[in-house]
């Protein structure tokens, strides 16, 4: 498993932390090359009261197209109320 904490956006007032939890290391690096970056020190600090938002990549498992509105092995699913998104068969 990689988590790789990061944060997206430029401006500092409107920058969301973000923690991206996947198990394909070419997701992380992938992932790790599109957050802003910052020294680990500042990072712990930065999420000690956790992230603003949380990817979790299963890429490797498929969704089941046999699912009622399912129609494919890939699914892209957020939640903005709990600030998650789940991404399966990628």
Same mark, same amino acid.
């Given at each position: ?14 920058? %969301? %932390? ?17 957050? $802003?970056?910052?020294?680990?020190? /500042? ?12 990817? $979790? ?18 699914? $892209? ?9 789940? $991404?399966?068969? /990628?």
């Amino acid at each position: 498993m990689f988590v790789i904490d990061g944060y997206a956006g430029w401006d500092p007032e409107f920058q %969301k %932390k973000c923690r991206i939890i996947c198990s394909r290391p070419y997701h992380a690096l992938f992932i790790k090359q599109m957050l $802003i970056r910052d020294n680990e020190k /500042s990072l712990e600090d930065s999420f000690k009261n956790g992230p603003d938002f949380t990817v $979790i990549n299963g890429g490797e498992y498929y969704a089941d197209p046999n699912t009622e509105d399912m129609s494919s092995r890939t699914s $892209i699913a957020v939640n903005f109320k709990q600030k998650e998104m789940v $991404i399966l068969g /990628s």
